[in-house]
């Protein structure tokens, strides 16, 4: 018996399509199917039950499809009883203004041991109907061994409640997704596999590993998957993607420079993802890590967690959505700080009525063998998570839901603008020291190798952070992304006059990528360009940027000198005729507009009234 829903994530008045199927031969087949609207906002005061009507799939299948019209924004679930227990499915209404939340949890033979998968979060899935995706690393002898007791437990999630599992591809055992892949299999004398990424392969042999895993797909019993995930993609493997007809690619980190490891593991993951979007996108033809627009197939990248934009370009990853890093500075405070760096995202897209969903995603990662405590933060996330979305402004989705809601939505990857302070700010000191400021990639023991070049330059080798980071406002889209700090601290070297109108780092997408994979991706340089807002007695305020070269609608962000209403539309829209977005302060509620103007070489003033 399955439960499956493919578009769980609609708009008000858009069908749902649910159906159930089950075995032919069986006589005892489920006469109806029950719909819980608003299940978490109403304690499931609210039922309607509709009558299954059964058809002939295959010889050995029958199936029932029920279309249902939701009519109010918020959580629902559908829910059938069988002979062996319930059988539920999760999808949501989303409307402007809500937030969307997504979970992933990675399961690898090398990472756990049995005791250690515990029973996959099960117990809050069914409590809370809540959707989880797994990303079933194929690594290690016994995941490619079909009796394997974790294929076991992943069938059953995807039968009781309809979980997603997808392919999670590790170089190191692409030998064993295809034959193909024999030569892949050597370690030097270090104990390192070479090159063992997808970079350097051509999109027919990235094809070939996804053959390879919906062969295995088939034979563990899993449903068909529609997306894949790896820490480290290539350009060929998303022309792979979209000739073999898969939706979706997870597990990437956005501004990695992961380079500088020695271990085995570290050497894998060669991750160069300067100026990545934060917030799934579809990937631009010429380079997946800039954002473009839908295309025939839709496909789309979905970043593996939320993180602050500007303190990871300093190369500080240990904060934000993943659990394993929130643990390292607040042990069991980590649940708290998690939900305070969701209330930022939460309380900013409320405030500024985005006309798109704004999904951020938690990590369940990844039950760490040496992270005390880690499986009981997550379990108490997934239990608070729920309990905030009584509130109504709270939904959450499957990532296949979000591609499909997109697919039909949304022509070009959305703007967003939001913003976020240094939610480490509180941590303990030395935790901070030993994390914080790192300026390579740091393992689980805290040994990074050599510091990264490029951008990360902009802390230098001796650079100390005595006082916390001011709030940081970034804006994404099809174009380009950007970010801006009130206050540039002192000893942080930036090549423009510390202006906070004009961005700390800014990535045009608008500019062809001619990057390799493991090439970082260039902001735009703005040495030389100063900015400031100029007040006449009159009252007029004018926008003042004097710049040596000319730059094609520069972002700029006016502190303190917008109002929520400056901004003509639902937060998109246009400021004194240029394009623009509104930001919030999650802690104040102060309007930040992002305008985003021409300038040309020499002095321009830009009247903001």
Known sequence: MSLWIDNGLVKPGEEVRIAVSERSSNENKPETLTIYPLYLETGRAIRETVALEWRAKSDAQAEAVVVYTPTRPGNYYAEVVTEDGPRSAYFSVWEPGMTIVSFWSAFADSFHSRGNHKDLYMKEAKAYKLPLDFELMLVGDNTFISTWYLHRKLRTAQQEVAADVVPFFDGAYFHRVHPDFQDRFNYDEEGRVPDPTFHGLTAERCGKLIEGARSYWKKWGYREFTGISTYSPSNSLMLACRQAGVRWVSGLFPEYDFTDGRALW??????????????????????????????????????????????????????????????????????????????????????????????????????????????????????????????????????????????RHEPATPEIACCVGDLLADAPRDTVKKFHFSRGHEDSAGTGGEASQGQYDLFGPDYVKEDPFPEVVWWEGAEGKAAFVERVPDGVKVDYDGSPQLPFWWYDYRRPYAYGDRDQPERVKLAGVSCRVEMEESGERWLVIDSPAAFSELPVCLWGHSRPDDVTGAGTGTFAGHPAKIARSPYTEAAYTLVRVDVAPGSNRIKLD
Request: aromatic share 12%; glycine share 8%; net charge negative.
């Open 266 to 407: 570290q050497s894998a993951w060669v991750q160069r993802h300067a100026g990545m979007p934060e917030f799934p996108y579809y990937p631009g033809t010429d380079d997946f890590r800039k954002a473009g627009t839908r295309g025939e197939d839709a496909l789309m990248i979905f970043p593996a967690d939320r993180r602050n934009p500007v303190l990871n370009h300093a190369g500080f990853y240990a904060h934000g959505t993943d659990t394993l890093n929130c643990i390292r500075h607040y042990g069991d405070g980590a649940a708290d700080k998690l939900m305070e760096y969701a209330e930022v995202f939460i309380r900013n897209n409320r405030l500024t009525r985005g006309e798109s969903p704004f999904a951020i995603s938690y990590t369940l990662q990844m039950d760490d063998l040496e992270m005390d405590g880690q499986v009981e933060v997550n379990r108490e996330m997934l239990s608070r998570f729920a309990q905030r979305a009584r509130a109504g402004d709270v939904i959450f989705a499957h990532k296949r839901h979000l591609q499909q809601y997109y697919a």
